[in-house]
């Protein structure tokens, strides 16, 4: 399972870093990934990374402000992110998917689900 950290409360320009720790997986094995769904939209993928550490994704929407990493000896996927704007409020869902073959992440390949932790930034 995943279980996520982080979220909150904040303004326009702050930043904010979310963890998610793997439990009972074999995380090494496992692309990992944020998603997000803003009220009334779509579940959206925001970045990936692969399971080595040395390659990401990320939306056109998160890039240059959103920063995911990982550390295969604590077992866990971090993102940060910086000058959150209004329109990053959403719910985030970490994200593993077993032995990817591609890059991106889709909803339909999700192994598993972090519990979901909400953001909202005030303007």
């Known amino acids: 399972q995943l279980v996520e950290s982080g979220g909150g409360l904040v303004q326009a320009g702050d930043s904010l870093r979310l963890s998610c720790a793997a439990e009972d997986l074999t995380f090494v094995r496992y692309t990992m990934g944020w998603f997000r769904q803003a009220p009334g939209k779509e579940r959206e993928l925001i970045t990936t990374?692969?399971?080595?550490?040395?390659?990401?994704f990320y939306a056109d929407s998160v890039k240059g402000r959103f920063t995911i990493s990982r550390d295969n000896a604590k077992n866990t996927v971090s993102l940060q992110m910086n000058n959150l704007k209004p329109e990053d409020t959403a719910v985030y869902y970490c994200?593993?998917?077993?032995?990817?073959?591609?890059?991106?992440?889709?909803?339909?390949?999700?192994?598993?689900w972090g519990q979901g932790t909400l953001i909202t930034v005030s303007s």
């Open positions: 994200a593993a998917e077993f032995e990817a073959t591609t890059q991106t992440i889709e909803i339909a390949r999700v192994d598993f």
């Open positions: 990374i692969d399971k080595s550490g040395d390659s990401t």
